[in-house]
């Protein structure tokens, strides 16, 4: 009877020391885990920021790890409704990966994708976003035929009224003349019938 209590004793023990020991092992490995986590590369900062909307175009994108990447895999792809915008490759300088995009970029919506390499060869990729949202001048907007070109002098809109008004030299002219004749006429018709009333006046005497 003794020596069963004491080996089941001993049972307990083991037991409860195995339990223990796995109960160590299993926090000892969590703790593990989260250091080699932390250690990975996380990105800090991006330029443009995720989500933003910009008045002027940007003319790169600035991404900032928080330890150094490989110079050899960082690829950052910049892409709106035109196509691929981004302008040759990623240049790497410690910790900041740089990537130019083409001038003047329209304005709408640009997805950023990038992928860098940390120093113990873990990979790291990621997406963002940005819009570029330039205000436009009243001038861009209503086009070139808002504002009417000022007459000419030889144009359309300045013969019509100088032809009604009578002011060119040829139609005023003819005018003068013709008005001159019906004078002359008249003057001559009024002139004939005072001559055949006075003859016939005298006759009569």
């Known amino acids: 009877m003794f020596m069963d209590s004491g080996g089941k004793r001993r049972t307990i023990r083991i037991g409860v020391w195995v339990t223990i020991l796995g109960l160590l092992l299993g926090v000892l490995s969590s703790i593990i885990m989260a250091t080699e986590a932390d ?3 996380a990105l800090r900062s991006i330029s443009p920021q995720d989500g933003s909307s910009l008045a002027t175009a940007p003319t790169q994108v600035v991404l900032t790890f928080d330890e150094a990447v490989s ?3 960082a690829t950052v ?3 709106g409704a035109q196509g691929v915008v981004s302008a040759g490759k990623a240049v790497v300088a410690g910790a900041t ?5 083409l001038p003047n970029l329209p304005n709408g919506r640009y997805a950023v994708a990038y ?3 940390s120093d113990d060869g873990h990979p790291v990729s990621d997406k963002s976003t940005f819009t570029i949202a330039v205000a436009t001048s009243p001038s861009q907007t209503a086009g070139p035929s808002a504002t009417p070109l000022p007459a000419t002098p030889g144009s359309a809109a300045s013969t019509a009224p100088t032809l009604a008004s009578g002011s060119d030299g040829t139609n005023g ?3 003068l003349r013709v008005g001159l004749a019906v004078g002359v006429a008249a003057l001559a018709l009024v002139g004939g019938t005072a001559l055949v009333a006075s003859s016939r006046r005298r006759s009569g005497e």
Do not use: D, E, I
């Open 39 to 41: 250690a990975h590369t």
């Open 77 to 79: 792809t910049v892409t």
């Open 71 to 73: 110079t050899s895999f």
């Open 173 to 175: 002219g003819l005018g």
């Open 115 to 117: 992928r860098v390499v």
């Open 97 to 101: 990966v740089t990537q130019a995009l």
